[in-house]
């Protein structure tokens, strides 16, 4: 779990990319796209032909559009959730700050505000609320399970509290058909435009930037990390900020994308957005994972949600199922396929040079 | 956190830490039923109803189901990981125990107790071998099985709902009746905290998770076999999950796939608040269930006060959040007072 700077270094977690073999084509793709990146694609291909396969529907600009649309919200989430998770930290609060943002809209909404004014006010208090659980964290030392554990509750009751069990349907329709709509007559709707933005500029964030690599430092080695001076507690108490900011933005988004708010909108949306981070090769004890990984966990995790629901055999139950065991088997595979290569490395121990074909 | 700091100290200097330790974790549990206390008899005053047996009666019942999955939560959080699954087994298990009793009418009912708790347990063992085998992180493992687990379900029921007509009269009663005064339910859970809480008190393996959850490390060292204790946790948890299926069944009749849905919060919070430490190593049964009676009291005064109930959620967060960080502070306060009495000692 992380947090909690006392603990053993991990022992486990995702796969050790140091050991990667040199020479031919195969492997030249995998350094430029990581091994993990490229599985990911080699799942997306299967469940491309497997879905292919359910109903020849599924490989339609109209299934990405729906499909996509399902998943705008864990989506825009799994992007800011990626940073504090790569920081060895974790967000469990962010679908609770979305219903908080929802309810919050729609208050203000019904209090006769302009959208224009509302909008900015949302965005603000998930902000809040982000650094409510920073501040918690990093100034007062607690591990951050607990206490988005305990926002989780905290935040989702706020929301009850501001909008009741009433709920708001009457958004102006130029903003509700803006979040619902598709964008410039393609089939991708405007939220994945949003979604795209938003993802190169976390990319740019986490990659390419300073800020960035102080996270990657902080997540790998948080001691370590602040004896080389970097400023630890500012920048979690940054990226806590920012999982509150996207996830109160999502909530603007899910409340004119359905046109109605409620206080009980996107319950156990964290875990879906969790499952995404996860999937797409983030280690939960922080430092290594990528964007690109992440979003194409999320292709993944949406292109499976629609096969399972174009199928007319398979119960959509099955998406649950399906997602539960891939948040599973995204840890236990790569520690399963590194036990097996020790075994094999003590195996083959005393002929070294046959050793490195793996 | 407070057994953490007491872990280092030579055997002298052990007894009187231990004996600190002590003190804080009775004063812990001390401030939980002062708490308690205190929110029934200002509800009481408020509101004379409150006090009336049949209200106290409801308190306590509505208090015992999630009294014993917090009793089970303790076990896997005081060993350093968690159980987020257990909202969700013990939906399956509740299905399981109406399923079988409206289908086979002939059926014993301590076979369906039986059977609910062995289905827990399974689940629980599915959990504990992804993370003691598997070494996947019990936050991913569990987060993965809530899913899992409550998609069986549903496919299991398949929209389907067990009516409380079909079940057999004697299993219902088992939600209400009472015996010597004391409802079943209750009875049920106070012979399952004290059963848990002997065991991690006296018993060499109900301790070594006490030190599995302080220092996984040391306990390695000391020849703590880490693996096979965790795992213990773990059925453990996934069996008391199981025996809350089934009296859920009893208590509510109506049973559908949805059954414990978002439970695993109350769960752990009901712990957390009752100072178990979610970092484990420290913390006890008779305070988690202590954290659960506290919960489910706040809840009821709330509705008896006419407090709009959407409070009731924003409360428990505040409360959880309260409760870490007190513990946060105290476990400071006991490190620098331990920290000062080893320096006198060697100075």
Same mark, same amino acid.
């Given at each position: 779990m992380p947090a909690d700077t006392t603990a053993t270094p991990p022992t486990t977690g995702a796969p050790a990319r140091d050991a990667e073999p040199t020479a031919t084509g195969g492997a030249r793709l995998r350094a430029v796209l990581g091994r993990w990146e490229a599985l990911l694609i080699g799942l997306l291909v299967l469940t491309a032909v497997f879905g292919q396969g359910i109903?020849?529907? *599924?490989?339609?600009g109209d299934s990405f559009t729906t499909g996509s649309l399902d998943l705008s919200e864990v989506a825009l989430m799994a992007l800011a959730l990626t940073l504090v998770i790569v920081a060895a930290e974790i967000d469990l609060s962010v679908a609770s700050v979305l219903a908080l943002s929802s309810a919050l809209m729609a208050e203000l909404w019904n209090g006769g505000m302009p959208l224009e004014l509302i909008m900015p006010i949302c965005l603000a208090a998930g902000a809040a609320c982000g650094a409510f659980n920073g501040l918690l964290v990093t100034? &007062? +030392?607690?591990?951050s399970l607990a206490v988005t554990i305990g926002t989780l509750a905290l935040f989702r009751g706020l929301a009850l509290v501001v909008i009741g069990d009433e709920s708001v349907t009457d958004f102006p329709a130029n903003y509700t058909d803006l979040a619902f709509g598709n964008f410039a007559?393609? *089939?991708?709707p405007n939220t994945m435009v949003l979604f795209a933005i938003l993802a190169v500029a976390f990319g740019v964030l986490l990659h390419a930037t300073p800020f960035g690599r102080s996270i990657y430092a902080i997540g790998a080695n948080e001691e370590a990390a602040y004896f080389t001076g970097l400023r630890v507690k500012r920048v979690k108490l940054i990226l806590f900020t920012l999982s509150g900011l996207v996830a109160a933005l999502a909530g603007i988004v899910i409340t004119l994308r359905n046109s109605t708010a409620a206080?009980?909108? +996107?319950? +156990? &949306?964290e875990l879906t957005a969790i499952t995404a981070v996860l999937l797409g090769g983030v280690s939960i004890f922080g430092g290594r994972g990528t964007i690109a990984g992440v979003i194409l966990a999320l292709l993944l995790l949406g292109g499976i949600q629609k096969a399972l629901l174009l199928?007319?055999?398979?119960?959509?139950?099955w998406i649950q199922i399906v997602t539960g065991a891939l948040l599973v088997g995204s840890v236990l595979g790569p520690n399963i396929a590194r036990r097996v290569s020790e075994a094999r490395r003590r195996g083959t121990s005393h002929t070294p040079e046959e050793g490195s074909t793996t | 956190m407070s057994a953490q700091a007491a872990a280092p100290p030579p055997a002298a200097e052990g007894a009187r830490a231990r004996r600190l330790t002590e003190r804080v974790f009775r004063v812990r549990e001390l401030g939980i039923i002062v708490a308690f206390l205190a929110l029934v008899a200002v509800t009481g005053i408020l509101e004379?109803? /409150?006090?009336?047996a049949g209200s106290l009666r409801n308190l306590a019942l509505n208090a015992s189901i999630f009294a014993i999955l917090a009793v089970g939560q303790t076990l896997v959080l005081v060993t350093r990981n968690v159980d987020l699954s257990v909202g969700s087994v013990l939906g399956l298990s509740a299905y399981f125990a109406g399923d079988l009793l409206s289908n086979h009418q002939g059926l014993p009912i301590p076979v369906v107790f039986l059977l609910g708790i062995a289905l827990g347990a399974a689940c629980g063992l599915f959990n504990g071998i992804l993370v !003691?085998?598997?070494?996947?992180?019990a936050l991913v493992v569990t987060l993965g099985t809530l899913y899992m687990f409550r998609g069986l379900a549903f496919l299991w029921t398949n929209g389907t709902q067990v009516n409380?007509?079909?079940?057999?009269d004697a299993f219902l009663n088992l939600g209400t009746d009472s015996v010597l005064g004391v409802p079943f339910l209750v009875l049920i859970a106070l012979v399952v905290m004290l059963a848990v809480g002997q065991w991690l008190r006296d018993y060499r393996a109900g301790r070594e998770l006490y030190a599995i959850g302080s220092n996984p490390e040391g306990a390695r060292l000391a020849g703590v076999r880490s693996e096979r204790r965790v795992l213990t946790a773990f059925v453990l948890a996934g069996a008391l999950a199981g025996l809350g299926g089934v009296l859920f069944t009893a208590r509510f009749g109506t049973v559908d796939? !949805?059954?414990? /849905?978002?439970?695993e919060l109350t769960v752990i919070a009901a712990a957390v608040v009752g100072g178990v430490a979610i970092f484990g190593g420290a913390g006890s049964v008779y305070g988690a269930a202590m954290g659960a009676l506290l919960l489910g009291t706040i809840t009821s005064s709330l509705i008896v006060l006419k407090?709009?109930? /959407?409070?009731q959620q924003a409360a428990i967060g505040a409360l959880l959040l309260l409760a870490i960080a007190f513990d946060r502070f105290v476990a400071l306060r006991v490190e620098a007072a331990l920290r000062r009495r080893s320096a006198r000692r060697a100075g």
């Open positions: 109903s020849s529907e *599924f490989l339609t100034r &007062f +030392g607690l591990p007559g393609t *089939f991708v206080a009980n909108v +996107g319950q +156990g &949306f199928s007319q055999s398979i119960s959509s139950y | 004379p109803r /409150f006090l009336e !003691t085998w598997g070494q996947v992180p409380a007509e079909t079940l057999p796939a !949805t059954a414990g /849905f978002g439970y407090v709009a109930a /959407f409070w």
